[in-house]
Structure formats: structure tokens, C-alpha cells
């Protein structure tokens, strides 16, 4: 039988990578009211891009140590590219219409993507194996765990509280919680709206990369990778409670405890065990755990 | 919306000779020389189409080029089908099963193609079998692995000419056996839905029969795509399973290695690949020393030292500076079977161009060469081919990865003889199995 701590580890490993991608789509829909469907793809170009660079970091012989640094600029190459031109360049002109027919656009958005990717890429699987094995490995109780596992953990919690911080304590994130309380009074105190929705925008795109490009030396970086993603970032979310953080974070946590549990345990369940606690959740709290209450606008 | 469509028509300079002769040729001559146009259906987009569709849609491109050419080695040496050239249309798998049933029924009732080969997924091989069936129109099979196909119905027009994952586990169990005779416990990392099911549910009772007593430890069943395996590794290390069992294929068994053995799983426990032979062809040493693999019958680096192999392999390699894996051999053993029963028709024919129906009955119960050796269409009526199949163990030489201990088994030993389903046969212990 699996020890506690074999199942509390897998578990806060698997919510760190899920907490980093269902950030980015929180604060997306938190400030923006979109359910960003093209997260997942945003995801999978941020894998991309790392297992592209990574692979002529290799080949070029450069010091290994300095390949963890393009998993960031990855990250920050498809923030500053992606994300303004699918916000200036399409999400822009939408801003008001219903929340389906956003969903509709950025759905159109992640098909475009997949085949952007496709194009670029082709349909061969990429792999950035070597960081993953570059720092090595701890022995936690009998199983060996690696470095970069405790590392993407470290990441999580510092993007947390990063986010958090800038939300809390700096002038242009309490601009943003304005945005997400109202935006029509916000708009009316004079804060530029546009700008707060390009700029969470931007970082929401990063905060996806981001998470593709941490992945991307764990896996085989493939075509459809971006699909399923989307699908657990989804559950995370709305078991937290959609657009918010701490949501996010204990959705995050739920779900991967829960999975890690079912793995050890009851591995015919794994599948169903995470539905199973997002079905348990919205029976008692429709709106997610950390849902704000609303007023009623008549 | 996946969908790509491609005409590719793939007639030589020699088959143009052979329009060019048509045209001046008598009516019988011309009909013989029309081009015969076969519905290619494989991944061409999603996780599937890098380890299996694009090498098995390349290999259907060399052969039809080469067969066109002239250029394949005896026994095929006739130009084309007979001397009629061959067309192929391609059309992507991804989608799901009703786009592959509409696709299936717009090849053959849009596209008019003479036959369809194709189908890498076990799902669309079951969808498909009864619509081939009822639009008449004569399929082959080239690589699903479900045995439920010939065991659950039988089929006039369809066909199969790559064994059944029955093979795979059964041979694999068979080797893990031999290889490690004082193993005491076993587990198993399968993607959850019919392949890897099916894989386990038949490795397991394999090992059962084989070894009375033997521990099943943890049965990890992850989604397919899921990715990350830090958990079921864990599982499986905790398990203290002498042998793991896994028929992940493409993007997850490239990630199984590459989170498995950083952590040690490669060297705590023997892990056995069924439908390894791509991602060590993929990622090569960076698969682990001591890895059992398998290529799901006789291909590449389990494939014969025969002429035809031979020229394959050069043919592919110049083409894609690839090594050909086994879905791009499955491919062309298809077609080279399409060939073979149809120029046995057409020799019966008088010659002439033969019809579906005497396709049909010369390919029932066939035997014919591939790049993989000898194929029987033994089993399900004369429809459903068995093939002898290998396992080897992965090991580092000189920089480059190989794999050792290769043991061979024959067809006779790893497939049930026809009329038994394969669940029954393993539980029966083999019966008839020499």
C-alpha cells in the first residue's frame, strides 16, 4: 500500500502544474468574462516554443544549467506575442457581446491555433528531455522524486504569490480587482479598460505558456497536447470558483490530491475521481467554492 | 474540419508509358490500365499521426510509387495492380468514429474508389467493418489490433492483413516468461480505452497461464493523452513488480520513459513495450538499456534479412532520411497483399481485369511475401492475417540503441486457431498452440 506521503507529494506536484495553467484562465475570465477555450493552445505553443529552443540550446552545446532560463523566456515570448495580437487583433472587437459567443471566438481561436501549431511544427512529436534530469534526484521516504518536480512546486507557490502581491499591494493590480468587481463604474472612474484587458490578457497567455513550457522537458511535446488541458483547467477552476485566485489555488489542490489518492489507491476510478469531486462541489456550492456573492442587477 | 484531403496521384514515368500504350490499346487493354484508385485512410493530424499515420502514409507512398515503377522485387514485380496504376487518395483518421464512418461512405460513394485501406484505430476499425460491408465495397485493414473484428462477425468484402494485439501480449508474456523464470509479480501502465484494455486484459491472462501463482500488482489505467505519469510511477514503483507491462504508443510512451527513468522505474522493474518499436525508433537511447520492446510483428529491426525488406527499408530512407517504423511496414504489407490477390485474380481472369468478387475470393485464405515475411490470411474465414512476431531487449552500443536477445514466435504459437475467440484461447492455456 502507497504511503500518505508518496500520495500528498504526487499530489501537490500534479496541483502545481494544474494551478499554474488554471491562473491564467481565472484571471481571464475574472477580469475579462471569458472562458478563454484557446488556453489550452496558448498552452501547447508555450511547450513548443520551449522544446524548440531548448533542443538548439542542446545542440549548440551551451552550458545545460542555462536551458532552465528559456523555460521563462518561452513563457514570455508567447505572453508578448500571442496574447496582443489575439487580443488587439480579434478579442478586442467582441468586448460586450454575450459570453457565448466569446466562448464561440475563442473556441475559433483555439482551432486556429492547433493549426498555427501544426504548421509550424508539423504533426512529430518534440521532446526537451533535459532538464528534467539536469538537477537531479531526492529520495522522499522510498521513492526517488526529481529536483525539477520540487522545483515547478517552488514555481507555483512564487507565481502565487507574485500574482497575489501585484493584485493586493500595487496600484495597477487594485486598477484590475476594480475591473473585476464592475467594469462599467470602473470605466465610468476613469480606468482605462481596454488596457486593463490587454494587459490580463497578456499575462494570462504567459501563464499558460508558462505551464507548457515547465511540461515541456516532463513530456513529449505533441499535437492535440493543448485539449486535455484545458479540459482539467476547467474542472480546477470551477470546483474554485470561476475568476478567482484563491479558487484556483484550492481547486488545484483538490484535484490533485484526489487524483494522486485514486492513482495509489484505486487506479479504476482515477478517471472519474476528479468529475466525481467537481460534480460533489457544484451540489453544494453551484458557483464553485470561492465564488463571490452578487448583487442583483435589475 | 481536420480533415485533409489530398490527391495524390502517384503514377510514374512509367505508368505514364503504360496511359500512353492504353491509348492506342484495345478496349480490354484500356480497362485493364485504368488506374485503380485506393481510399488511404490514416492519421494525418492529432497525437496519432507522428508515431503512426504520417510513417504508415509515407510508406503507402513509396510502395505505390515503386509498384508503379516497376521497381519492387520479385514476387511483385509487375507494374501497378496487374499493370493498371495505382491512386491514392488520402484522408486523415482524427475525428472520431461518425466522421469516419462519412468519410468511409464519401470514399466509396463520392470518390468511387476501388478498394480502402487504412485504419490505425481500433474504434474506427469497428465502426467501419459493418459499413464496408454493407456498401460492398472491398477494405482492408491495415494495422487496428482489436481481435473482436473476425472473432465477434464475419465479413465478405473486409479484410485484414496485420495480426491482432493477441500476438503482442501473448508473445510478450511469453518472452518476460522465458527472460526472467523466477519473476514473482507483475504490473501494468495501459491508456483507458480499447487498446490498452484489451492489451492488459489479455497480458494478464497470459501471465496467469503461464505463471500459476505470479502477483498482479497495480493496474495503472490512465486517460489516453493525459502526460504526466508522476503518480502511476510512483504506484508502480511501490508495487515491486519485477515486470511492467505497457502498451503506450506515441506521445505517452515517449513521456512514460522520459518521466519513468530519471526515477528509476526502468531499473527497479522490466518494462515491457508491446508497441515500443516507434519511440525507440523516436528517441532512441534515451529509451533505457533493458527494455523489452516490441514492433507488433516482424518489422524493422525484427524484419527478415529478404530482398524485400531490403529494398523497403533503402526505398523509405532515401525518400525520408528515416528509418521506416512498423506502421509504415504495416502499410506496405497491405498493399503488397491487395497486389498479390489481385494479380492471383487476374491470372484466373484469363488476364483481364478481374472484378471485386474474384479479388475477394483470391485473397480469402492467401498467402503472400512482405517486407515482414510470410502473411497467412488464416484466421476469420480466410480474412484476418497471422503473422509470427519477435521481442528484444533494448541495449546501447556504441552511441547508438539496438536491441539483443531477440527471440521469435510463430504465428501458431502466439494466435488462436480460427473459430476461438482469443480470450477463451489464453484462458484455455494455449490450446493447440505448438
Same mark, same amino acid.
Given at each position: 500500500?502507497?504511503?500518505?506521503?508518496?500520495?500528498?507529494?504526487?499530489?501537490?506536484? &500534479?496541483?502545481?502544474?494544474?494551478?499554474?495553467?488554471?491562473?491564467?484562465?481565472?484571471?481571464?475570465?475574472?477580469?475579462?468574462?471569458?472562458?478563454?477555450?484557446?488556453?489550452?493552445?496558448?498552452?501547447?505553443?508555450?511547450?513548443?516554443?520551449?522544446? *524548440?529552443?531548448?533542443?538548439?540550446?542542446?545542440?549548440?552545446?551551451?552550458?545545460?544549467?542555462?536551458?532552465?532560463?528559456?523555460?521563462?523566456?518561452?513563457?514570455?515570448?508567447?505572453?508578448?506575442?500571442?496574447?496582443?495580437?489575439?487580443?488587439?487583433?480579434?478579442?478586442?472587437?467582441? &468586448?460586450?457581446?454575450?459570453?457565448?459567443?466569446?466562448?464561440?471566438?475563442?473556441?475559433?481561436?483555439?482551432?486556429?491555433?492547433?493549426?498555427?501549431?501544426?504548421?509550424?511544427?508539423?504533426?512529430?512529436?518534440? *521532446?526537451?528531455?533535459?532538464?528534467?534530469?539536469?538537477?537531479?534526484?531526492?529520495?522522499?521516504?522510498?521513492?526517488?522524486? *526529481?529536483?525539477?518536480?520540487?522545483?515547478?512546486?517552488?514555481?507555483?507557490?512564487?507565481?502565487?504569490?507574485?500574482?497575489?502581491?501585484?493584485?493586493?499591494?500595487?496600484?495597477?493590480?487594485?486598477?484590475?480587482?476594480?475591473?473585476?468587481?464592475?467594469?462599467?463604474?470602473?470605466?465610468?472612474?476613469?480606468?482605462?479598460?481596454?488596457?486593463?484587458?490587454?494587459?490580463?490578457?497578456?499575462?494570462? *497567455?504567459?501563464?499558460?505558456?508558462?505551464?507548457?513550457?515547465?511540461?515541456?522537458?516532463?513530456?513529449?511535446?505533441?499535437?492535440?497536447?493543448?485539449?486535455?488541458?484545458?479540459?482539467?483547467?476547467?474542472?480546477?477552476?470551477?470546483?474554485?470558483?470561476?475568476?478567482?485566485?484563491?479558487?484556483?489555488?484550492?481547486?488545484?489542490?483538490?484535484?490533485?490530491?484526489?487524483?494522486?489518492?485514486?492513482?495509489?489507491?484505486?487506479?479504476?476510478?482515477?478517471?472519474?475521481?476528479?468529475?466525481?469531486?467537481?460534480?460533489?462541489?457544484?451540489?453544494?456550492?453551484?458557483?464553485?467554492?470561492?465564488?463571490?456573492?452578487?448583487?442583483?442587477?435589475? | 474540419?481536420?480533415?485533409?484531403?489530398?490527391?495524390?496521384?502517384?503514377?510514374?514515368?512509367?505508368?505514364?508509358?503504360?496511359?500512353?500504350?492504353?491509348?492506342?490499346?484495345?478496349?480490354?487493354?484500356?480497362?485493364?490500365?485504368?488506374?485503380?484508385?485506393?481510399?488511404?485512410?490514416?492519421?494525418?493530424?492529432?497525437?496519432?499521426?507522428?508515431?503512426?499515420?504520417?510513417?504508415?502514409?509515407? @510508406?503507402?507512398?513509396?510502395?505505390?510509387?515503386?509498384?508503379?515503377?516497376?521497381?519492387?522485387?520479385?514476387?511483385?514485380?509487375?507494374?501497378?495492380?496487374?499493370?493498371?496504376?495505382?491512386?491514392?487518395?488520402?484522408?486523415?483518421?482524427?475525428?472520431?468514429?461518425?466522421?469516419?464512418?462519412?468519410?468511409?461512405?464519401? /470514399?466509396?460513394?463520392?470518390?468511387?474508389?476501388?478498394?480502402?485501406?487504412?485504419?490505425?484505430?481500433?474504434?474506427?476499425?469497428?465502426?467501419?467493418?459493418?459499413?464496408?460491408?454493407?456498401?460492398?465495397?472491398?477494405?482492408?485493414?491495415?494495422?487496428? @489490433?482489436?481481435?473482436?473484428?473476425?472473432?465477434?462477425?464475419?465479413?465478405?468484402?473486409?479484410?485484414?492483413?496485420?495480426?491482432?494485439?493477441?500476438?503482442?501480449?501473448?508473445?510478450?508474456? /511469453?518472452?518476460?516468461?522465458?527472460?526472467?523464470?523466477? /519473476?514473482?509479480?507483475?504490473?501494468?501502465?495501459?491508456?483507458?480505452?480499447?487498446?490498452?484494455?484489451?492489451?492488459?486484459?489479455?497480458?494478464?491472462?497470459?501471465?496467469?497461464?503461464?505463471?500459476?501463482?505470479?502477483?498482479?500488482?497495480?493496474?495503472?489505467?490512465?486517460?489516453?493523452?493525459?502526460?504526466?505519469?508522476?503518480?502511476?510511477?510512483?504506484? /508502480?514503483?511501490?508495487?515491486?513488480?519485477?515486470?511492467?507491462?505497457?502498451?503506450?504508443?506515441?506521445?505517452?510512451?515517449?513521456?512514460?520513459?522520459?518521466?519513468?527513468?530519471?526515477?528509476?522505474?526502468?531499473?527497479?522493474?522490466?518494462?515491457?513495450?508491446?508497441?515500443?518499436?516507434?519511440?525507440?525508433?523516436?528517441?532512441?537511447?534515451?529509451?533505457?538499456?533493458?527494455?523489452?520492446?516490441?514492433?507488433?510483428?516482424?518489422?524493422?529491426?525484427?524484419?527478415?534479412?529478404?530482398?524485400?525488406?531490403?529494398?523497403?527499408?533503402?526505398?523509405?530512407?532515401?525518400?525520408?532520411?528515416?528509418?521506416?517504423?512498423?506502421?509504415?511496414?504495416?502499410?506496405?504489407?497491405?498493399?503488397?497483399?491487395?497486389?498479390?490477390?489481385?494479380?492471383?485474380?487476374?491470372?484466373?481472369?484469363?488476364?483481364?481485369?478481374?472484378?471485386?468478387?474474384?479479388?475477394?475470393?483470391?485473397?480469402?485464405?492467401?498467402?503472400?511475401?512482405?517486407?515482414?515475411?510470410?502473411?497467412?490470411?488464416?484466421?476469420?474465414?480466410?480474412?484476418?492475417?497471422?503473422?509470427?512476431?519477435?521481442?528484444?531487449?533494448?541495449?546501447?552500443?556504441? @552511441?547508438?540503441?539496438?536491441?539483443?536477445?531477440?527471440?521469435?514466435?510463430?504465428?501458431?504459437?502466439?494466435?488462436?486457431?480460427?473459430?476461438?475467440?482469443?480470450?477463451?484461447?489464453?484462458?484455455?492455456?494455449?490450446?493447440?498452440?505448438?
Amino acid at each position: 500500500m502507497a504511503s500518505l506521503v508518496s500520495v500528498l507529494i504526487d499530489g501537490i506536484i &500534479y496541483s502545481s502544474y494544474l494551478f499554474i495553467i488554471a491562473l491564467g484562465l481565472t484571471l481571464i475570465y475574472g477580469v475579462m468574462k471569458i472562458l478563454n477555450m484557446a488556453h489550452g493552445s496558448l498552452y501547447a505553443l508555450g511547450a513548443y516554443v520551449a522544446a *524548440t529552443l531548448i533542443g538548439a540550446w542542446f545542440n549548440a552545446g551551451l552550458n545545460p544549467y542555462g536551458s532552465l532560463a528559456l523555460l521563462a523566456l518561452s513563457a514570455l515570448l508567447v505572453g508578448v506575442i500571442a496574447g496582443p495580437i489575439i487580443e488587439r487583433g480579434l478579442l478586442r472587437f467582441m &468586448y460586450g457581446k454575450d459570453e457565448i459567443v466569446l466562448i464561440l471566438v475563442t473556441y475559433s481561436i483555439f482551432l486556429i491555433l492547433e493549426d498555427v501549431i501544426k504548421l509550424i511544427w508539423g504533426v512529430e512529436s518534440y *521532446t526537451a528531455f533535459q532538464p528534467y534530469g539536469l538537477l537531479g534526484n531526492i529520495d522522499i521516504g522510498a521513492l526517488p522524486y *526529481t529536483v525539477y518536480d520540487a522545483l515547478l512546486v517552488v514555481v507555483a507557490v512564487l507565481v502565487g504569490v507574485a500574482v497575489t502581491f501585484v493584485l493586493t499591494r500595487t496600484r495597477q493590480g487594485k486598477l484590475l480587482v476594480a475591473v473585476i468587481h464592475d467594469r462599467e463604474i470602473s470605466a465610468a472612474m476613469g480606468i482605462n479598460v481596454g488596457r486593463v484587458y490587454f494587459i490580463t490578457f497578456t499575462i494570462g *497567455t504567459m501563464l499558460a505558456a508558462l505551464g507548457g513550457a515547465l511540461i515541456a522537458p516532463k513530456v513529449s511535446v505533441v499535437p492535440a497536447m493543448g485539449v486535455e488541458v484545458i479540459v482539467l483547467a476547467f474542472a480546477v477552476v470551477v470546483i474554485g470558483g470561476l475568476g478567482s485566485l484563491p479558487g484556483a489555488a484550492l481547486g488545484a489542490l483538490i484535484v490533485g490530491l484526489v487524483r494522486s489518492a485514486a492513482v495509489h489507491y484505486l487506479p479504476e476510478v482515477e478517471l472519474f475521481s476528479i468529475y466525481l469531486v467537481m460534480a460533489l462541489v457544484l451540489i453544494v456550492r453551484p458557483k464553485g467554492l470561492f465564488s463571490a456573492a452578487e448583487a442583483r442587477k435589475i | 474540419m481536420n480533415t485533409r484531403r489530398k490527391l495524390v496521384t502517384v503514377a510514374t514515368a512509367s505508368a505514364l508509358a503504360l496511359g500512353l500504350a492504353a491509348f492506342a490499346a484495345p478496349a480490354s487493354a484500356q480497362e485493364k490500365e485504368k488506374p485503380i484508385r485506393i481510399g488511404v485512410v490514416t492519421f494525418l493530424s492529432g497525437a496519432a499521426a507522428g508515431p503512426f499515420g504520417v510513417p504508415a502514409r509515407n @510508406g503507402a507512398e513509396v510502395a505505390a510509387e515503386a509498384l508503379n515503377g516497376g521497381k519492387v522485387p520479385a514476387p511483385y514485380t509487375a507494374a501497378g495492380l496487374g499493370g493498371a496504376p495505382i491512386e491514392l487518395l488520402f484522408v486523415d483518421e482524427a475525428g472520431g468514429t461518425t466522421k469516419q464512418v462519412n468519410e468511409f461512405r464519401n /470514399l466509396v460513394q463520392r470518390d468511387n474508389v476501388d478498394l480502402v485501406i487504412g485504419y490505425i484505430s481500433s474504434g474506427d476499425c469497428l465502426a467501419v467493418a459493418p459499413v464496408a460491408e454493407e456498401l460492398k465495397r472491398l477494405t482492408v485493414f491495415f494495422d487496428c @489490433g482489436t481481435p473482436r473484428i473476425f472473432e465477434d462477425a464475419s465479413y465478405k468484402y473486409l479484410f485484414r492483413t496485420g495480426a491482432t494485439a493477441t500476438m503482442d501480449n501473448t508473445a510478450a508474456a /511469453l518472452y518476460v516468461t522465458e527472460m526472467k523464470p523466477a /519473476l514473482k509479480k507483475f504490473a501494468g501502465i495501459n491508456q483507458n480505452y480499447a487498446w490498452g484494455q484489451d492489451s492488459w486484459n489479455d497480458f494478464e491472462a497470459a501471465m496467469k497461464v503461464l505463471k500459476p501463482g505470479v502477483d498482479m500488482g497495480t493496474s495503472q489505467m490512465p486517460k489516453l493523452l493525459a502526460g504526466q505519469y508522476g503518480a502511476e510511477i510512483s504506484a /508502480l514503483l511501490t508495487s515491486g513488480a519485477d515486470v511492467v507491462h505497457s502498451s503506450f504508443w506515441g506521445g505517452d510512451a515517449e513521456a512514460l520513459i522520459l518521466q519513468g527513468a530519471p526515477r528509476g522505474l526502468f531499473k527497479k522493474s522490466t518494462i515491457v513495450m508491446t508497441a515500443g518499436e516507434p519511440t525507440l525508433v523516436r528517441l532512441g537511447t534515451q529509451v533505457p538499456e533493458g527494455t523489452v520492446i516490441g514492433a507488433r510483428g516482424p518489422f524493422n529491426m525484427f524484419a527478415p534479412d529478404n530482398e524485400l525488406n531490403r529494398w523497403f527499408r533503402k526505398a523509405y530512407e532515401d525518400r525520408y532520411a528515416v528509418v521506416p517504423s512498423y506502421p509504415a511496414y504495416k502499410m506496405v504489407q497491405a498493399i503488397l497483399g491487395v497486389k498479390a490477390a489481385w494479380e492471383k485474380a487476374q491470372a484466373a481472369n484469363g488476364g483481364k481485369r478481374p472484378s471485386q468478387d474474384q479479388v475477394i475470393a483470391a485473397f480469402e485464405n492467401l498467402s503472400f511475401e512482405g517486407p515482414g515475411g510470410k502473411v497467412d490470411m488464416a484466421l476469420g474465414k480466410g480474412h484476418q492475417a497471422v503473422q509470427g512476431t519477435a521481442y528484444g531487449i533494448t541495449k546501447n552500443v556504441g @552511441g547508438k540503441v539496438t536491441v539483443v536477445n531477440v527471440k521469435r514466435y510463430p504465428a501458431s504459437r502466439v494466435t488462436p486457431p480460427d473459430g476461438v475467440k482469443s480470450e477463451e484461447w489464453i484462458k484455455s492455456g494455449f490450446k493447440t498452440a505448438k
